[in-house]
């Protein structure tokens, strides 16, 4: 479950980082989705400890 969950997190974050970076080019991009994929994996983690 924690697995999932934290792949799950980095995943969206990630996704949305790309998303929202993207306007300003791909050095943004890739930037914003670095930091995204790390707060994926905390509140991924979160939940996972929260419902295990």
């Known amino acids: ?3 999932l ?3 799950g997190g980095a995943f969206i974050g990630s ?3 790309w998303y929202l970076g993207s306007r300003w ?3 943004w991009a890739f930037s ?3 930091v995204g ?3 994926g994996v905390y509140f991924g983690w979160k939940i996972a400890q929260r419902f295990s």
């Open 1 to 3: 479950m924690n697995k």
């Open 5 to 7: 969950c934290t792949f």
């Open 15 to 17: 996704y949305v980082g």
């Open 25 to 27: 080019g791909i050095g």
């Open 32 to 34: 914003i989705s670095a």
């Open 37 to 39: 994929s790390l707060v």
